[in-house]
């Protein structure tokens, strides 16, 4: 029998693109139906994020006219990976795949028939992979792929070119709900759970309409909560940088002697500047990382829910 497919999709002021969204994804939804791929059941559920614009009032009216496109909202703009997660733990009951896919139609959804085949051929999680980064501007497809690799070296298991489009089995989804942090980084977390998994490739397009919601800001603070939410490393490597330091500051203190006895200690005033200069910003950038972390185990320490819903609109 067809599996029921759930879709999950975060808006955050994404009144332009909604329309069309809700379109392709009904032909869809339509096609995969009569290829017998998916249940009669399966539907669409937008999580809408805080938007200030008019997205929940769309979302709205959308369910009001088709009865499979459902909505849920938050009680306040959370994040782009909390919606994402708000939308997995409310439907995952009722379906037997969930695929998670941006609103703005960056993401191709003609994709969907492969993740879905893939499902069926026993994989519990498909990871949609962009096969080029044309679409990018330099700036961003340079420093998203410096990152993949830095995330790599630094031990944090992901798959290269994968954003949040993906399909998750129900049991996956199952097993996510253990992971608890507060700190969310599903791109990293996901591979955690382990499970058969797959990739699809797939070209990403231009946003629809609208502008990124994530500027460059944004995009900072969440590579850098990657970076700190999944490795130790950084404070590893500290460690490391002070004992190296602490070595060489050995040697300067036996060649100071030996200088002072030869009688010429005046000479020297601009390395010792510079150490000092250089000796407290690499204090400072230890004290700067130790702190990162410090602030996520406060954050985790507090368990703080992740997502508050205020409304879901069901069928019923
Ligand atoms: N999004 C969200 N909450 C936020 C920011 C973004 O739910 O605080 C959603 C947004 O509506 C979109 C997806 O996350 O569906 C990806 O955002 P966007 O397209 O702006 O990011 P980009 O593709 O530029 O990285
Ligand atoms: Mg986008």
Redesign the pocket.
């Known amino acids: 029998m067809a599996k029921t497919l759930y879709m999950v ?4 002021n ?1 009144e332009a693109v909604l329309a069309e969204t809700t379109k392709r994804l009904k032909d869809k939804y339509i096609s995969l139906l009569k290829e017998g791929l998916i249940s009669i059941k399966s539907k669409v559920v937008y999580v809408n ?1 805080g938007s200030k614009d008019r997205t929940w009032e769309i979302i709205t009216n959308i369910h009001k006219e088709d009865k499979m496109f459902r909505g849920i909202c938050l009680s306040r ?1 959370r ?2 990976q909390n ?1 994402v997660l708000a939308g997995l733990m409310t439907v995952k009951d009722e379906a037997d795949m969930v695929i998670t896919m ?3 139609l ?1 993401d191709d959804i003609d994709a969907i028939d492969e993740m879905v085949k893939q499902f069926n051929n026993g994989y519990d999680i498909v990871y949609g992979v962009r096969n080029s980064r044309k679409t990018d501007t330099f700036f961003k497809r340079f420093t998203a792929q410096t990152y993949y690799k830095l995330l790599l070296t630094l031990g944090v298991d992901i798959v290269y070119n994968h954003a949040d489009f993906r399909l998750m089995s129900k049991r996956a989804i199952n097993e996510m709900e253990n992971f608890k942090e507060v700190n969310l980084f599903l791109r990293g977390i996901v591979p955690m759970v382990g499970f058969p998994s797959t990739n699809v490739y797939y070209e990403r397009h231009e ?1 629809f309409a609208g502008e ?3 500027p460059l800001k944004k995009m900072l603070h969440f590579a850098f909560d990657g970076v700190t939410s999944l490795s130790i490393k950084p404070i590893r490597f500290i460690t490391m940088l002070g004992l190296i330091i602490f070595m060489l500051s050995l040697g300067m203190l036996i060649y100071s002697i030996v200088i002072h006895f030869v009688g010429d200690s005046a000479w020297g005033w601009s390395s010792l500047m510079t150490s000092v200069w250089a000796l407290g910003g690499l204090q400072l950038l230890a004290i700067g990382i130790i702190g990162e972390y410090i602030g996520k185990i406060y954050l985790e320490s507090k368990a703080r829910p992740r997502f508050i819903i205020q409304e879901y609109l069901k069928d019923e």
């Open positions: 999709v975060p808006c955050y994404e994020d703009n994040g782009h919606a941006d609103a703005d960056q946003r990124s919601k994530y």
